[in-house]
C-alpha cells in the first residue's frame, strides 16, 4: 500500500509522523518499508540518516525518485513524504497513492488549507480508483480547557471527500527530539503519552 503523508501548509508536522510511522510499520508489523522523501527540506532523509549512524535497528534508506514509485511489490509499505515546491512529485505521488494522510494542525489556517489541498487532490486523481483521503489533528492542544483543536476538527469534519480520524496527535517535545535521536518516539521514550499516541494511529491504520 502506498500511503502519502502531505498537506498544503508548512508546520503541520507529517515529516514527524511519516518518519515516525514509518519505523512503526518496520518494528510493529515487520514487514518491508519504502520510505520517499519528496520534500526539497528532505527532513526524512536526515532523520534516517542519523538512525543508521548511531546504529538503530531496523535501517531505512529513503528513496529520492518518484519514477520509482510503486514499483515495489504487494509484500512492501510505502511511506511518502511529499513537499510542494516540486509540483510534478507531488502530483505523480497523488495520482499513485491508495491513501492520502493529511495531519492538520488546529487553526483556521490549516482548515483553509486543507480544503485547497483536497480540491488539488480531486483535481489531480480523477481515475475512478481515488485514494482513500484520511485526515487527522496533529499538534493538539494539551490544554482541556483550550476548544482550537475541537473547533477545528468540527469545520474538518463537514468537508466533502475527507474522513476525519478521530485519533489525535499533541504538542509534544518529544515529538521533536525523536527527529534528532534518529529514532521514533516510541523507542525515544516508551512510556511517554505521544508514544501511546502514535502506537494508537499505527494500529488504527495498519
Not at 503541520?12 to 518494528?27: D, E, M, P, R, Y
Not at 511489490?73 to 510534478?88: A, H, P, R
Request: aromatic share 6%; hydrophobic share 40%; glycine share 6%.
Amino acid at each position: 500500500m502506498i500511503t502519502v503523508v502531505g498537506n498544503l501548509k508548512g508546520g503541520t508536522g507529517k515529516s514527524t509522523v511519516a518518519f515516525n510511522l514509518s519505523i512503526w510499520v518496520a518494528t510493529r508489523r515487520n514487514v518491508h518499508v519504502s520510505v520517499y522523501d519528496l520534500d526539497p527540506q528532505a527532513t526524512i532523509t536526515d532523520a534516517l540518516e542519523i538512525r543508521a549512524e548511531d546504529g538503530h535497528t531496523p535501517t531505512i534508506t529513503p528513496q529520492h525518485f518518484v519514477s520509482q514509485l510503486g514499483s515495489e511489490g504487494k509484500y512492501t509499505e510505502v511511506i511518502v513524504d511529499i513537499g510542494l515546491s516540486d509540483n510534478e512529485a507531488m502530483t505523480a505521488a497523488l495520482q499513485r497513492a491508495d491513501r492520502i494522510l493529511i495531519p492538520i494542525a488546529p487553526s483556521q489556517a490549516d482548515v483553509w488549507s486543507t480544503q485547497r489541498f483536497l480540491k488539488i487532490i480531486d483535481k489531480t486523481c480523477k481515475s475512478a480508483s481515488k485514494p482513500e483521503v484520511l485526515g487527522f489533528m496533529n499538534r493538539s492542544d494539551t490544554h482541556r480547557a483550550v476548544r482550537e483543536t475541537d473547533d477545528a476538527f468540527d469545520a474538518l469534519c463537514t468537508l466533502e471527500g475527507l474522513t476525519m480520524l478521530e485519533q489525535r496527535l499533541f504538542q509534544r517535545t518529544v515529538y521533536r527530539r525523536s527527529f534528532s535521536e534518529g529514532m521514533a518516539v516510541f523507542e525515544l521514550d516508551p512510556k511517554s503519552k505521544a508514544a501511546l499516541e502514535m502506537e494508537a494511529l499505527g494500529e488504527l491504520l495498519y
